[in-house]
Structure formats: structure tokens, C-alpha cells
């Protein structure tokens, strides 16, 4: 069993009271960790930590070349314990281990790519009508406070700590309690290459603890979270208090609205995909799919015979396609869900139940799940889920495919599949959301900018747009003709 700590000021620090969260193997239920609940206190001083560390300038003050450095060997030590932290990731979230790998590798790219953006020309001039030279010159905001969520537990620390640190930024840390295992080693990998003590804090706690304090406090500037809907709510309010920025990736319903003449297979795969993968415990994931009258039966009954297919089970065993649901808590919002869409009157067309087979007892699997005859005033339909439940709905034509996608209040994600290539493009322009997708559900770029419309968030992560979120922008302007101005009489 690990038994994780803090990291503040360059110090590993154990729990400071008897307070501790026994972090699960979702798999079996064996405790695989014990991590400190950081205190409103120790949250205030990694905090207070970053503010020194900042205003020191042992960070903002390196050249974009050295922290380039840096951001470079953190990714070739994230190679180098691939195979380690794929094993944790597995053993924390739930995931099967082909999706751990995936994250893994995307991010050391993440930090790649942050270590080659920061390098590039930036700022900008302008023309303007005085004899002055204008430009913009950009900066770090200054303490980023960085709260992540379970899902991807890696992955969504780096699209945050990566871009903040190459900007510039010290930062504050705070992992979800589920899941908090390769926060710890990731920043082992930090201190090893030799990141000042300061620049990088880890505090774990809960949410409502440490992550409240860091959304609240007057000396963080900023806070970029990943994570509810309703917690993303709570931390605007809670960054009201000095204004800080803000950057919000929320949750989604996303629409994959799949035309009759699209390549069948290739519209199968990527749907089952679209909400199978990571369990349906992502974002983006496309659980409402919607299907020209034409195609649905068939459609249908051959996802549900795909959907029958995936062999369910721990994470770590090399024959397993879907994995674990992340807590129990999350498994039984899932099964609650379920029972929500019989009594709503949707048809079960497969799936529906906790797995307990095949020494599946002692950890949280639900089978892959297809609602049909769904409509949109379902809760099914317009609730974030957050599992392996997919709604699959009907339209008629190009126009009421736009409507059922866009009649939600989310808006991170969506999917067009057809052969049509002006259709698929006139679709996906009115789809009213951050990160679309034509003949295919899913990919994530590190550099293209990921983030939503409506109420999926404020901001954008990766990309350029993932580095503009931690910079603040200068207008600099300098007078080319030093001379008094006149405007005032000089006696
Ligand atoms: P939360 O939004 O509660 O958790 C995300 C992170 O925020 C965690 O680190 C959590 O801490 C922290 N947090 C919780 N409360 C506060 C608070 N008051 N102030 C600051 N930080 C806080 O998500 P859950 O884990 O509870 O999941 C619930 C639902 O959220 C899911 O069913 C899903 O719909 C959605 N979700 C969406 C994600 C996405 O990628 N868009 C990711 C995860 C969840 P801790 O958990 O340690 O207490």
C-alpha cells in the first residue's frame, strides 16, 4: 500500500491530523493508498508558498528556453516510468490499460508540445496613429490554482501544469480524492528534474476543503478546474471574491448524429466508441446518438449486437475492453440513472445491470447500455450520466437532427458521420458546441484547442488557446518622440 504526502516548498509533508482518505482499486475494492486531507491551513500555506515563489521570480524570471528545458525532461521521465504509471492508473481509476497507455504517452507529448510552444515568436505590434510603437507582450498571471477530477487523472493535470508552468506560473495542486496516486508520482518526476522548490505545490483534501480554499483565496489569481457542473458553479462564485480568472472544462451531452448515408461500420465503431471508451466516464463522451429513420433499426440492432460484445472487466487484464466505474458512488448514480429511464418509459434495448460474474463482485462494472425510444424531455436524455449509457434517438432529415442536437444546455462536443461532405459540414457548423468531429468520435489533439459552449465551460485547454488561459496580455506602448506633449500650459 502507497502511503502519499503533500508536496509544499519543495517538502514532502505526511498528514498533519488523523484524517485520511483510503484510496480504492475500483476493480476489486482493495485499498491501494492512503493519502493526508489537507486542512484549510496547510491549503493556505502551499498557497502563500506559490505567491513567494512567484514573486521571487525563480520561475517567471527563467527564460521561455529554460523552463522549455524543464517541461522537456519532465516528459522524458514520464517515458522513462511509462510502464509505472500506466500500472497506477489502471490500479486508481479503473480504466483498462490500453486507455491508460493512451493517456500516459498523450501526456508526455502535452508536455512536449508546451516546451515547443513557449519557444515560438509571441506577442504582437501595432499600428497606431501617434508616433508610438505599440505592442503586447504576454505574461504569467501569477499563482494557478489547479483542481482536477478522476477520469482522466494524469492527463488533466498535465493540459493544466503543463501550459501553466510554461508561461510562467507557480501553481497550487489539488488531485481528486479518488484518485490521486500519479498526482504523487508526477511530482516526484518534478522534483527530480530540478524544478525550484515552490513553483510546484500538491495539496490533496477534498473538494469542499482544499479545493474551496484555493477557488476563495485573494492571493491565487487564477484557477483552472476540470470537473461538475455544479462545482464549476461554485468556484465562480467563489472566485467572485478577488476576481480571479477563471477556466471551466464542465460536463457534456454530447450529440453524434449519424446520416443514413455514412460509411455504416465505420459509424458503429466510432459510436460505440464515442460512449464505451473510459466507460463513459468522459466528458466528451457521445452519449446521445441520434439516427436518420432510414438506417435506425438496422443501426440499432447492430449496436446492440457490437454493445454485447465488449468484454467488461479489470483494467489490468490484457483481455478487458471496458473497464471499471471509477466509486461505487459514481456506479450508483449510473444504476439510479437506469432505473430513472425505464420509469421515464425508454425501452432497454441492452444492458442495465452491475456485472457480479466472473469474479466481477468485489469492484463497480456495469454493462455497456443502450436506451431506445427515448425522448428529449427525458432526464436520461439531457443529464450528464458519466457512464456507459448511450440514448439512441431518431430524426427525419438534416433540420431535425440540428434541433435534437443543439437542445441541451451543454455544448462540449459533437459528431457528424456522412459521405456527403457539404452536408457533413453544414451540420457540424450549426452544432452548438467547442470540439466536433465529421466520420469519426473523439480524438483529442494536444494542439488543438478543447473546451465548450454554453454550460460546459469558460475557456479553452490545450492548444494555443491552453497557453493564453495562463498568460495575461501587456499593452506596451513607447513614445518614438520624446517630447512634452503641450496639452497642459508649462507656466
Ligand atoms: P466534482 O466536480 O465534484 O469533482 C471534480 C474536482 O473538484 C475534484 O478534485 C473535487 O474534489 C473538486 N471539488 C469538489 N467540490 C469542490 C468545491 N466545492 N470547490 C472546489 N473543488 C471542489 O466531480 P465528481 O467527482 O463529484 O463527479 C460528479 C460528476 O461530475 C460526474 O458524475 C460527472 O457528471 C461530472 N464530472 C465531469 C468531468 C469532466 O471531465 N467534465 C470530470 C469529473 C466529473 P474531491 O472529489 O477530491 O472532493
Request: glycine fraction near 10%.
Amino acid at each position: 500500500m502507497l502511503e502519499l504526502n503533500n508536496y509544499i516548498n519543495g517538502e514532502w509533508i505526511g498528514p498533519s491530523n488523523s484524517d485520511r482518505n483510503k484510496v480504492i482499486n475500483p476493480a476489486n475494492q482493495e485499498v491501494i493508498a492512503v493519502a493526508p486531507r489537507a486542512t484549510k491551513e496547510e491549503t493556505e500555506e502551499a498557497i502563500a508558498v506559490a505567491k513567494a515563489a512567484f514573486e521571487s521570480g525563480v520561475w517567471s524570471g527563467l527564460t521561455a528556453h529554460e523552463r522549455s528545458e524543464y517541461l522537456n525532461k519532465i516528459a522524458d521521465k514520464i517515458d522513462e516510468n511509462f510502464d509505472e504509471l500506466v500500472r497506477l492508473e489502471v490500479m486508481d481509476n479503473g480504466k483498462i490499460k490500453a486507455e491508460a497507455e493512451f493517456d500516459i504517452a498523450d501526456a508526455a507529448g502535452c508536455f512536449r508540445y508546451y516546451a515547443g510552444l513557449v519557444l515560438a515568436p509571441e506577442g504582437e505590434t501595432y499600428q497606431v496613429p501617434e508616433d508610438v510603437q505599440a505592442m503586447i507582450v504576454k505574461e504569467p498571471v501569477g499563482v494557478a490554482g489547479l483542481i482536477v477530477p478522476w477520469n482522466f487523472p494524469l492527463l488533466m493535470s498535465v493540459w493544466k501544469i503543463a501550459p501553466a508552468m510554461a508561461a510562467g506560473n507557480t501553481i497550487v495542486y489539488k488531485p481528486a480524492e479518488a484518485t490521486p496516486i500519479t498526482a504523487m508520482k508526477l511530482v516526484e518526476i518534478i522534483e527530480e528534474v530540478g524544478v525550484p522548490k515552490g513553483v510546484v505545490n500538491l495539496v490533496m483534501g477534498r473538494g469542499s476543503v482544499v479545493g474551496q480554499t484555493i477557488a476563495e483565496s485573494k492571493d491565487v489569481d487564477l484557477v483552472s478546474f476540470t470537473g461538475s457542473t455544479e462545482v464549476g458553479r461554485e468556484i465562480m462564485r467563489a472566485a467572485a471574491g478577488n476576481l480571479k480568472k477563471i477556466s471551466l472544462e464542465l460536463g457534456g451531452k454530447s450529440p453524434n448524429i449519424i446520416f443514413a448515408d455514412a460509411d455504416f461500420e465505420t459509424a458503429i465503431d466510432h459510436a460505440l466508441m464515442g460512449i464505451y471508451f473510459g466507460s463513459g466516464q468522459v466528458c466528451s463522451a457521445g452519449s446521445r446518438v441520434l439516427v436518420e429513420e432510414s438506417i435506425y433499426d438496422k443501426f440499432v440492432e447492430t449496436f446492440v449486437e457490437r454493445a454485447k460484445l465488449i468484454k467488461v472487466g479489470p483494467g489490468l487484464d490484457e483481455n478487458s475492453q471496458m473497464g471499471a466505474i471509477n466509486s461505487e458512488s459514481q456506479m450508483n448514480t449510473i444504476l439510479k440513472y437506469i432505473e430513472i429511464g425505464i420509469e421515464e418509459g425508454a425501452t432497454l434495448a441492452y444492458g442495465g445491470r452491475r456485472l457480479t460474474e466472473n469474479g466481477l463482485d468485489k469492484g463497480f462494472f456495469i454493462e455497456p447500455t443502450v436506451f431506445t425510444d427515448v425522448t428529449s424531455d427525458m432526464r436520461i436524455v439531457q443529464e450528464e450520466i458519466f457512464g456507459p449509457v448511450v440514448t439512441i434517438q431518431k430524426f427525419k432529415d438534416e433540420e431535425e437532427a440540428i434541433q435534437l442536437a443543439n437542445d441541451t444546455d451543454f455544448g462540449l462536443a459533437g459528431g457528424v458521420f456522412s459521405n456527403d461532405g457539404a452536408k457533413a459540414l453544414r451540420v457540424i457548423k450549426k452544432v452548438r458546441a467547442g470540439i466536433t468531429w465529421v466520420n469519426t468520435f473523439g480524438p483529442t489533439y494536444n494542439e488543438a484547442p478543447w473546451g465548450g459552449y454554453k454550460m460546459s465551460g469558460i475557456g479553452r485547454s490545450l492548444g494555443t488557446y491552453g497557453l493564453d488561459d495562463f498568460q495575461e496580455i501587456k499593452q506596451i506602448n513607447i513614445n518614438l518622440a520624446v517630447e512634452p506633449s503641450g496639452w497642459f500650459p508649462n507656466k
